[in-house]
């Protein structure tokens, strides 16, 4: 993940290739950026995420992550304009794991030590 930082007005922002966290005091807004594709999932963007809670959960000073899409949508889902999205190429076996780790965000998201919010727009 590349991650830059900058500190303004006591706000912190993380900006990776899909995602932008920023923090501010306690909390902790992720904001889902691929708005062209109304930020549908690619594995890419999952690994995003995925680090991104990860990071969050570390850091006891965040006391509640918010969570909210870039443009008219929160997410729409698997973003099927990618190669073979649907495993037909791949071995069951590939399969399944991509729809465990994809089913597996919302126990990562229950996990966290902090409250998650969805502002779904």
């Known amino acids: 993940m590349r991650v830059s930082s900058s500190t303004r ?8 290739t899909e995602l932008q966290i920023e923090r501010l005091e306690a909390i902790a807004l992720i904001t889902l950026s691929r708005p062209r594709r109304l930020n ?6 999952l690994d995003e995420i995925y680090e991104a809670l990860d990071r969050l959960d570390r850091d006891r000073s965040c006391r509640v992550v918010v969570i909210t899409g870039a443009g008219r949508g929160f997410c729409s889902g ?9 495993g037909q190429k791949a071995s069951v ?18 996990a966290l030590h902090q409250p998650v919010i969805a502002a779904v727009n």
Do not use: C, G, M
Request: proline share 5%; net charge negative; charged share 25%.
């Open 9 to 16: 007005r006591s706000a912190e922002v993380w900006v990776t």
């Open 40 to 45: 549908a999932l690619t594995s890419d963007f």
């Open 78 to 86: 698997l973003d099927i304009s990618q190669p073979d999205p649907l």
């Open 93 to 110: 076996v590939e399969v399944l794991q991509r729809q465990e780790r994809t089913a597996a965000i919302a126990s990562k998201l229950r």
